[in-house]
């Protein structure tokens, strides 16, 4: 049933005036109908009053007469009686007599049992009563009493006036389907004109809702029409339309401060990475002095080394992902994709020994369009990422399929899989599912978001689906 409920405000409001007009309409036909049915019957009434129960006394002293024949119209007055006539005498509740006026004369009727067990029940008040006689019709009659105790019944048929109730019925119905038709057309035409400009409104809005607003510099299309403000319509698009500005405001701020924020990462990045390779190396000459040094000021030089290593990969990784975010192309070039993962899983078993490593590659070999570099960058993160997030004795399989135009990487674990709180944002910078991890080996949270960046950058796409003994993540690129 829903699927057959108007869905715009359009049908909704035509669909409303064509209700209530067929409302209307069915009110003034039932009424008209009513009142003309009323009127005719109250018309046969005062007929029936008017002409007596001659034609019913006329049938009191008459013997019991022989079935449908006539010569009964001796002793029956006709005189001005109209042709249908009905009359018909009850002695004790028993029809003794019933006759019909006919064009030729009186013809007794052969009433049935039920015709008259209804006669007998109609009260003797001098009112006009309808009643259902299967061996003539519907007729009204008047009952009264007779001279001799009896009771004498006219009738008329109420055939003339069921015809002329069911010619109204056909006439308006006629006349009212053609007006809801026209209603209707004329009502959506009128309607539809009615609520153009909110029409415009809602193709801009559609416009609008179709663009990427999550990053990068977005140009808002042309304003909504403006109407007459003093209707809702025209305050809804004016409405629309300064909504529209100010988010074109808070994009532009926001595009603004992303742009300052890359300028800033790829800046500081780019001047850290000298005085972080002097530390490195500064530190690395001080504990090649062949002279006897304290323990305490080794281990401190070792530790400056390996900060300083630990900095200089971070400052490698936020100039990479300024230069991403900047839009820097990337080297295009065929990359054997099945090379780069046999490579990337013999480090991770040189790194990892105590997971268990597994590979699936399919007979040929995948090619893809891309940056050798950068994609092996991808694979180096997404199995480090595996083996320092999972326990010893960890499963790792390493999946390599094509469908011919994409290629599908997965890399998938058996471990306790990724928080649900935190798969959200695994993407993001700086987003580390233990914060509570070593420094020196959990990372810095930009492994993942690197993954991200590196593969959008092929017009690809990464996704994670994690839960406990099961953590995927697939990538996809197209094919060359």
Known sequence: MRSLRPHTLRARLTLGLLVLLAVSCAAVGLAAVVELNGFLTSRLDEQLTETGNRF????????????????????????????????????????????????????????????????????????????????????????????????????????????????????????????????????????????????????????????????????????????????????????????????????????????????????????????????????????????????????????????????GAMVDDLLLLARLDAGRPLEAAPVDLTRLVLDALTDARATGSGHRWELDLPEDPVTVTGDAHRLQQVLANLLSNARLHTPVGTKVTVTLETDGSTASLKVHDDGPGIPEDIQPGVFERFTRADRSTKAETGGAGLGLSIVAAVVEAHEGSVTLESGPGSTTFTVRIGNA
């Open 56 to 311: 019913a006394v006329s049938l009191e002293h008459k013997g019991e007469p022989e079935r449908n024949d006539h010569d009964g119209d001796e002793h029956a007055d006709t005189r001005r009686q109209a042709t249908g006539t009905f009359g018909a005498r009850l002695v004790d509740g028993t029809v003794t007599n019933a006759a019909v006026v006919r064009p030729t004369g009186t013809l007794n009727v052969d009433l049935t049992a039920a015709d008259r067990e209804r006669l007998a029940v109609v009260p003797a008040d001098g009112r006009g009563h309808s009643v259902g006689l299967s061996a003539l019709d519907d007729y009204r009659v008047i009952a009264t009493r007779g001279l001799d105790g009896d009771v004498l019944i006219t009738g008329m048929p109420l055939e003339p006036v069921e015809a002329a109730v069911h010619r109204l019925e056909l006439v308006a119905g006629i006349v009212f389907g053609a007006a809801l038709t026209a209603a209707g057309v004329a009502g959506a035409l009128w309607v539809r004109w009615s609520l153009r400009p909110l029409s415009r409104v809602a193709a801009t809005a559609t416009r609008v809702s179709e663009l990427p607003l999550a990053s990068g510099e977005v140009a808002l299309p042309p304003r909504a029409p403006e109407s007459d403000p003093r209707g809702e319509v025209g305050r809804v698009a004016g409405a629309f339309n300064r909504m529209l500005g100010h988010v074109e405001d808070a994009l532009t701020k926001r595009h603004a401060s992303e742009e300052r924020l890359r300028s800033f990462a790829a800046d500081a990045s780019h001047e850290l990475r000298t005085p972080v390779a002097s530390v490195r190396g500064h530190a690395e000459l001080a504990l090649l002095h062949p002279g006897p040094l304290p323990p305490e000021i080794t281990r401190a030089l070792r530790r400056i080394a390996a900060e300083s290593t630990r900095m």
